[in-house]
């Protein structure tokens, strides 16, 4: 699968720096598999006919997932990373028109609504999260699942194998930063939590619209 390692777009890194899901470090494919299982577990109570990655980087969920035969698609407001997530659905047989650029603020129903929208590591990266969340939330049909690096365990293994010191642990691009139990009350404003997982070093909820 094709990467965009390290592109820019409009001064943002987007997509992955390196090939993290091929990994053949021992530490990374044990956290990632974490990240996996949780989000593979979520999805499977959900049982969703259709998904929506919003933030769907080089497209490695949404190739998986309609690998599974679930109408999936996904979206990014870089255009670079879609086209690289274009030609690896190509390169796998899947219909490159399942992802398009946009923005998580341009979301509108119910051209970009599904069963589950997913929405991982990308309020972080933005300056008004809250936005974000109102962008799925008006296009959401009932399901959604959010994750964000957790501080300060993320700084701190950054720190750990030697990364960004000057800027205490934080990665480029990260302009949120949220506990475990700081992002549930955050997203809790909009939206029933359901499940709460910790796969280190992520939080991850499975929500809902809230019941009128």
Known sequence: MKISGGLKEDGIVVGNAYDKYGSRNPIVRHLMQGFDDALSELVGIAKPKSIHEVGCGEGYWVMHWSAQGIDARGSDFSSQVIDIAQTNARDKGIEASRFKPLSIYDLQAPTDSADLMVCC?????LEDPEQGLLALKRVARDY???SVPREPIWCALNMARGKYWLQGGNTPGHIQHWTKNGFTAFVAKHFE???IRSPLPWTMLLCRLPRQ
Do not use: S
């Open 193 to 195: 939590v359901l499940e």
């Open 144 to 146: 959604v699942i959010l």
């Open 121 to 125: 590591e990308v309020l972080e990266h």
